[in-house]
């Protein structure tokens, strides 16, 4: 049984220490904005905030990694000089007053050095810095619409794109018809809801993953520092097709912005609804 104990935490103990350093720790293995085949852990930061998740992460894993070996060798002497034959007549001590106020306060030193940053990231992640650009998500059964309210309301919807509309270089499963598409080191205040069910705007990348709830607001932010094309995913569990509705963001520079606002004016006009017409017409 305790050889079993000791042999699982060593695997944890290897485990974590390959994932730490051979491939999840330096993330710049991964590729930004999509994951990769046999990928262990995060995809590359764009992010402020991802780049404290991914550090964060990291600071754990270290920390767990050494309770770990030190417990490991706790359980090997325990296992090698203490056993029947190598110490027959065990001491009768019971009580060592130094060593239980150490087991006590050691631990809660080690949740404080835990909750401190973890606090930290926690304020970066829920206090909404002032926007350059506020858009909004509304998640439905099963595909994102956007608007930008900063810019005449613009709306439209992104639909994922079927396996025989991919273009070459297109992910399956995570390419959608439009892509959400924002300035390079903008902060963009992301207002999440939904109009049917629960989903969820979900960016790995960006370090992003807010519920998108009927009749709610939840907001959140993201700066992202490069440009380039990153995949999100809907991770509310929300029928049928939740695989289905990707989140393709392109983060592009501001002349490029300006120039797609412009095309994007035009291209997704809105054109009155049937209802919004009878109504008017009842005025
Ligand atoms: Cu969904």
Request: glycine share 4%; with cysteine; hydrophobic share 50%.
């Amino acid at each position: 049984m305790r050889i079993a104990t000791g042999l699982l935490v060593f695997m944890g103990v290897v485990l974590g220490a390959i994932d730490m350093f051979v491939l999840g720790g330096n993330a710049a293995m991964a590729a930004a904005g999509i994951s990769e085949n046999y990928q262990l852990g995060f995809q590359d930061a764009v992010t402020p905030v991802m780049r404290e998740i991914t550090d964060f992460h990291n600071f754990l894993l270290i920390l767990i990694t050494v309770i770990a070996v030190f417990v490991l060798v706790l359980l090997l002497i325990v296992m090698f000089r203490f056993n029947e034959k190598a110490n027959p007549t065990p001491s009768r001590t019971t009580h060592n007053t130094m060593i239980e106020v150490a087991w006590t306060v050691i631990p809660i030193l080690i949740l404080l050095v835990i909750a401190i940053p973890s606090f930290r990231l926690l304020y970066l992640q829920r206090e909404i810095p002032p926007a350059d650009l506020t858009i909004k998500a509304i998640g439905n059964q099963w595909y994102w619409s956007y608007e930008y309210p900063d810019h005449d309301d613009l709306t439209f919807d992104a639909v994922m794109l079927e396996d025989d509309e991919l273009e070459p270089g297109q992910p399956r499963l995570l390419a959608t018809d439009n892509a959400v598409v924002v300035p390079v080191n903008a902060t963009v205040r992301v207002i999440v809801t939904a109009t049917d069910v629960i989903h969820n705007w979900a960016m790995p990348s960006f370090g992003l993953k807010m519920d998108a709830v009927p009749g709610r607001l939840n907001e959140t932010w993201f700066r992202a520092e490069q440009t380039g094309i990153f995949y999100g995913q809907c991770s509310e569990l929300c029928g049928i097709r939740h695989a289905f509705m990707p989140i393709t963001v392109r983060v592009v520079s501001e002349s490029e912005f300006a120039s797609w606002l412009e095309t994007a004016k035009e291209e997704f006009a809105s054109v009155p609804s049937d209802e919004q017409i009878t109504t008017a017409a009842n005025e």
